[in-house]
């Protein structure tokens, strides 16, 4: 079942001569809440990063290089759910496509590519360590041995 | 001699366990003129792309994986300068920068790569045919054969 508030957006993939254009993000995009920094993170094959929250920054997480699973864990109060878990794992291979993230969800991910995959994150607020929480890997409970 | 209004930027690269993170482009940057659109391309190895301009757009290119060379050519009407070209190299390896290119300049790019590079453009607005204008690779007369 999919965390509320999460989605995910088919991306389109234009081939040209001499290599591809991969759509990421555009203003009249559904879900565009507006931009306020674009930064990269690479992951190593097999390396896990997590947990992280922000309390304000709503990602749009695309991976245009390699293959990235991302768990997302909601530990929000709620009267309408419980605690859960939702896995998505982004590769052009998978389907490229675009995953928003709204504030207050845990995010941690891992490479699953054979190479250094990456990940662009196109937000609507600057980087702030404020709005940031942590949490060490082993504090939320998750079994990471699939991949 | 560089371009007026073509500028390089440099950017941070922070080493995190598994996986660094990549600066690309911030509302408080200077230079930054707006968010319409962020679009990837790839470029294969020794593959050139050319020749493009915008006739609106402001480009903002950055190179998180691979190696890319960029021939800018200015054949705006200006009394105080001759047509010219302009070399820019972006990888992690040259000095990890943001290339921002003004409009109705002409872009060619190159893959210098030894695998398929990848071009982030993060730009003022979003992509329209309308204000983009084409021209053979040989009808603007550049040497690409240094690579």
């Known amino acids: ?4 508030g999460v ?3 088919p991306l389109s993939i234009i081939d040209t001569k ?3 254009v991969l759509h990421a993000m555009k203003t009249s995009d559904q879900g565009y809440s507006g931009f306020g920094e674009a ?3 690479t992951i190593e094959p097999k390396a896990i990063k997590g947990w992280k ?5 709503i990602l749009n997480l695309v991976v245009p290089i390699g293959s990235v699973r991302f768990i997302l864990y ?12 939702q896995e998505v794992i982004l590769s052009i291979a998978d389907g490229y ?3 928003t993230v709204p504030p207050m969800i845990w995010v941690g991910f891992q490479g699953l590519g054979r190479q250094t995959s990456l990940v662009l994150n196109i937000a609507n607020i600057e ?3 404020e709005e940031i929480e942590r949490k060490e890997l082993d504090e939320i409970k998750f079994n990471w041995s699939k991949y």
């Open 97 to 99: 496509a675009r995953l």
């Open 74 to 85: 909601d530990d929000r109060e709620n009267q309408d759910h419980i605690n859960q878990f």
């Open 7 to 9: 989605t995910t957006t």
């Open 1 to 4: 079942m999919a965390i509320n």
């Open 18 to 20: 001499g290599g591809d």
């Open 127 to 129: 980087h702030s360590p």
């Open 53 to 57: 929250r922000h309390t304000q920054m």
């Open 39 to 41: 930064y990269f993170s």
